[in-house]
């Protein structure tokens, strides 16, 4: 298993400019999530699904946006990136019976 | 709203000098408190799981313990491979998220 894999694993950005970050989990998961991680500020959820179809915001979720259209895929979109943007990025998902997420190896992103 | 804080936020330690990082917390009602382990440039890493207070677990060096308030991780005899940051998070009963603290970067030297 791969468990949760994250493309691109780095991404270069100019303001204004759309991307989207893939995250792709082989482990039969329910629940896929989308952080975010500063210096100093720790891990911060984007957004967040717990199904197929269905996603939620977190505590950061704008100039985001999300779809969930696979089970094992969850994307995360910039439609316009901004400077305060820059970030790694970090994917994670669960199984509904269980309490424990795990976490992809990031994306880092900056935006100029 | 759920709060976690841990400290230090950086602590050096001696090969074989034990020590202990702490993680306050504060949730309407406690699901689970959660530590991680992240190393530079990879994603966090999952260590243990506590539920109620008084639960403790172990792995190697580690040991984490549970309190109403607060949960320590309990580093014994530490290895320069133990280096890392730690972070501490806590899920709130009835929701599927979780609440993340800033992290205790431990660098441990030879």
């Known amino acids: 298993n791969a468990g949760v894999t994250q493309t691109p694993k780095f991404r270069v950005l100019k303001t204004g400019q759309s991307m989207t970050l893939l995250c792709a989990q082989d482990m039969n998961h329910e629940y896929m999530y989308w952080y975010r991680q500063d210096p100093g500020m720790g891990l911060r959820l984007i957004h967040y699904?717990?199904?197929?179809?269905?996603?939620a915001k977190g505590e950061v979720p704008d100039g985001y946006n999300v779809s969930r259209l696979k089970k094992q895929n969850f994307l995360l979109g910039l439609e316009s990136a901004a400077p305060s943007q820059t970030s790694v990025y970090f994917c994670?998902?669960?199984?509904?019976?269980?309490?424990?997420?795990?976490f992809g190896p990031g994306t880092r992103l900056t935006v100029l | 709203e759920d709060q976690v804080t841990q400290s230090p936020e950086a602590l050096r330690l001696q090969e074989g000098e034990s020590s202990s990082l702490n993680c306050s917390y504060t949730?309407?009602?406690?699901?689970?408190l959660f530590w991680y382990r992240q190393d530079p440039g990879k994603g966090p890493e999952f260590l243990f799981t506590l539920y109620s207070a008084g639960e403790e677990k172990e792995k190697e060096r580690l040991k984490a313990t549970l309190t109403k308030k607060e949960s320590f991780l309990h580093i014994t005899a530490p290895k320069p491979e133990d280096s890392a940051t730690y972070l501490c998070a806590v899920q709130a009963e009835g929701y599927s998220t979780l609440t993340f603290g800033k992290g205790t970067m431990l660098l441990v030297s030879p």
């Open positions: 949730v309407s009602g406690l699901r689970g």
């Open positions: 699904s717990v199904g197929e179809g269905t996603t």
């Open positions: 994670a998902s669960r199984n509904a019976g269980a309490d424990t997420q795990y």
